[in-house]
């Protein structure tokens, strides 16, 4: 099974972190976390349901029912100014001109930094270019909805790219930053449509 959500409080251990299909398929999907998944501290981690920590993360993932899996930064443990990576596997756009980047987020707590999103195309070596830098807290509850941002990603068209999700801890335990829903996709002309009019900042690809 893909995606098991980890448990317990996530103070001590790694029983919280789950486990990500990083393998090879058919064994896995190839993303890839950092810290890894058997390592303690600061990371990346999947969730089902609230996290552990009062005043700090979702209540649920971002579904109609709230009871499917996330994955978020455990603050409980770490120290400031951490790091935690998520690497998505290599995604081919190369028959593709046009595509979005859309994803859901939940940014609640004091002591939430930063998320900020990379795009790597590299070939043999990494070169990443930053997509998103969101600081601080976004929502003011854990009852918040989540949000969502979407960016164009017209200039990694025409290539393989993969996606780097990197969180940074603050000082304290009330900075849990949760993710779901990542997709990338290519808009129908509509879709551009509606985004031109809501999101003209953005300067999607128009047909």
């Not at 951490?82 to 046009?98: A, E, G, S, V, W």
Request: hydrophobic fraction near 30%; charge should be negative.
């Amino acid at each position: 099974m893909y995606w098991v959500a980890g448990t317990g409080d996530g103070a001590l251990g790694n029983t919280h972190r789950g486990s990500f299909p990083s393998q090879n398929p058919p064994n896995g999907q190839n993303y890839q976390v950092s810290p890894d998944q058997n390592s303690i501290g600061y990371a990346w981690s999947i969730r089902s349901g609230s996290t552990s920590t009062l005043q700090t993360g979702p209540t649920g993932d971002n579904s109609s029912t709230g009871t499917g899996r996330y994955i978020y930064t455990e603050a409980e443990q770490g120290s400031n100014n951490d790091k935690t990576h998520f690497y998505t596997p290599c995604i081919d756009l190369r028959n593709t001109t046009c595509a979005i980047l859309e994803f859901d987020y939940h940014m609640y707590g004091a002591h939430i930094d930063y998320l900020q999103v990379f795009v790597d195309t590299g070939f043999n070596t990494s070169s990443y270019v930053s997509l998103v830098k969101l600081q601080g807290q976004q929502q003011t509850s854990t009852q918040d909805a989540w949000k969502t941002f979407s960016v164009d990603l017209n200039d990694y068209t025409a290539r393989y790219l993969r996606l780097c999700f990197t969180a940074n801890r603050d000082a304290s335990v009330n900075g849990d930053i949760a993710v779901d829903n990542i997709r990338v996709y290519e808009p129908a002309p509509v879709d551009v449509a509606l985004r031109d009019v809501f999101n003209p900042e953005n300067g999607y690809c128009s047909y």
